[in-house]
């Protein structure tokens, strides 16, 4: 039996494993607690900077990959020295774990982006505030999510701290018409697949809605964002899922906002959306087994996440909502975490929305 | 966290472990072997014709239910008599035990059978085939699965080493034009919900494909076995999934063959094919939350049974059929074995049953 070794043990870990058992994968999980997303596979728990950790953790799987951007470049290269496979490989991850790499990447690759520069000094904010407006996004280059790391602001004094502790993205504040994501898989023999472009909604910047697919995206804007993802994900040597957020620009130009080489939460959709949902199509990339259709199942599928807590105690009030499929990830309350997702699939996009987003209601209440 | 124990370890099991991962349940296994197919989470091995193995297991658990109906009542009764919520209860569940019980119950509750008698000797036989025809099914009571404790017979010799054991079941042959399953799913507190009645072929008295929905059943054979389905499962008090497995005869009536209460081969189909799938709607049943919609996702779900071995070296053939989707019960391979399925979904009947038994064939060659 092909065993996968997944480093992080959050709820992508954790959506992994039903279809890994449908694969006929074994899967296990190094997972940063006792209490993980992911306990459930967790055959490992430990620091995943550590470099005999991740070794041991390694050494008896088939495949490695990962459930977040964060374990060092350093290991990720120790792995694959000592002739393990890894996807996305040390190469690829690298550009979506800084920043910075990714935008000099996309840039000499010829791809879309905001215009951009490195601040290293409260000078050099300076000059990109006065050459766009007066007002940028600032990105810390590692380490950030869900909107933490990066800030809108007008004034080098705004990034103080963070150009002491070392390089700083700058970005023009792009004006955008709507966010979008484009989700692809790509084994390592090449073969890519595509779905179709979704909508994000993001709330104090964290994914709180997707649509699959994004409405009146049949067109030039679908084939457009589709051709991007393949291109990046070939472009990067990207192997499993690639989630490209982006942004749509009122005259219709797509630009890139972020990479993350992983399945992502605009791809939770997928999973009643799609033929072939992000986690098992990850799951098949790494293993490099042909790639499952990325056709929807539905006209429309709508995800939106829950905050908060996800107490099973109020599935009894979702007697009118049968078709809602809820999804949780086992994490403990707390306020603004993202512990569960629900996803309504239907005929028209307004009703399927307000079909899931009642159903995240009652989840997201009274913590 | 609820935590559902499930007695058994086989692949009902196993594909119980991505829905329970989803509901947020937890979900625990008391399996036969080390190596169980729902091995993964296997919390206990042991033989569950021990009462202390399966108090053992149940005292922590929130609700008990079963992978196969071969828990000994007198066991169950005792779960039941220490306060442990059982899901079929013992009740109900002594009536799929034993199939002159059943066959009794269901004449009581005056539903459909094939005409019956209980043989206690070789004249009761010779006197059941003097009046139907000089042939006869006859069944072993208790025990028996896929064909396995039932004959065709002509004889009295033919069963006389059943008749020493005991009462043997003895049917008439029915003339059936085909053969369906009626899969309903009823809440402790009452709800149920039927899914669409399907058809099922059988190999050697073993399952080999189902259709979802069974053809030319859109209007009164599908309220016939729906309406059928809910009056067994209100009849009986079965809790969780009750699979009927249902005679059409060439007069369009329909006959009671088996009854299982848990999830059944006849129902994997629901996994791509339903909204809700059998796997998740038992955990929803006996966990009493309300029902997951029944509704069909396709128009068409086919699904073939994989027999022999399930080898993942063999996805490698599947590129032209990317969205056909496997499920590999992770067993070793031998001749005859059940040891996966896969599932096609479609707009058209023949189309999507090809697929299916496309990709079937790609794992049933070669042992």
Redesign the interface.
């Known amino acids: ?2 065993v996968v070794g997944v480093i992080g043990g959050g709820q992508l870990a ?2 992994m ?3 890994a ?5 074994e899967l296990r999980v190094l997972a940063e607690t006792d209490n993980s997303s992911a306990r ?2 967790a055959t490992s728990v430990g620091d995943y900077h550590d470099l005999e950790t991740v070794m041991n953790f390694a050494r008896d799987v088939d495949v490695v990959s990962f459930d977040h951007e964060h374990v060092p470049t350093d290991i990720v290269r120790e792995l694959e020295n000592a002739g393990i496979a890894v996807h996305p490989g040390s190469a690829a991850l690298a550009v979506a774990q800084d920043k910075i790499v990714m935008r000099q990447r996309l840039t000499a690759l010829g791809h879309p982006v905001p215009e951009w520069a490195v601040a290293l000094s409260p000078d050099d904010v300076t000059e990109f505030l006065s050459t766009h407006g007066g007002r940028a996004v600032a990105k810390l280059p590692r380490g950030g999510y869900d909107g933490k790391g990066v800030a809108v602001i007008s004034d080098p004094a705004d990034v103080t701290a963070w150009l002491d502790a070392g390089p700083v993205l700058l970005e023009e504040l792009v004006e955008f018409s709507r966010e979008l994501a484009q989700l692809v898989a790509r084994r390592p023999q090449g073969e890519t ?1 595509a779905w179709p472009v979704v909508e994000t909604t993001q709330v104090n910047g964290v994914c709180a809605e997707v649509i699959l697919p994004a409405p009146a995206s049949e067109t030039r804007v679908a084939a457009d964002a589709a051709e991007l993802g393949r291109a990046i994900a070939e472009g990067l040597g990207v192997t499993g899922v690639l989630a490209i957020e982006l942004f749509e620009t009122p005259d219709g130009r797509l630009l890139i906002n972020e990479l993350a080489m992983r399945p992502h939460n605009s791809g939770h959709v997928t999973i009643e959306g799609s ?2 949902s992000q986690f098992e199509q990850h799951l ?1 990339a790494i ?1 490099d ?5 990325t ?1 929807s ?2 006209p429309w599928a709508v995800m939106v996440n829950v905050f908060g807590a ?1 107490d ?1 105690k109020r ?2 009030r ?2 009118s909502l ?2 809602v ?6 994490k403990d309350a707390r306020a603004g975490r993202k512990v ?1 997702h629900v996803t309504a ?1 239907g005929n028209d996009a307004a009703g399927t929305a307000s079909r899931a987003r009642a159903v995240a209601e009652i989840f997201s209440t009274d913590i």
């Open positions: 039996m092909t954790r959506m494993i039903g279809p058992i449908e694969l006929g994968l459930d596979r697949a033929v072939t098949r293993t087994v042909p790639l499952g259709s056709e199942r539905h996800m099973t599935y009894a979702m007697d049968s078709g499929k809820v999804h949780n990830y086992g569960g699939t």
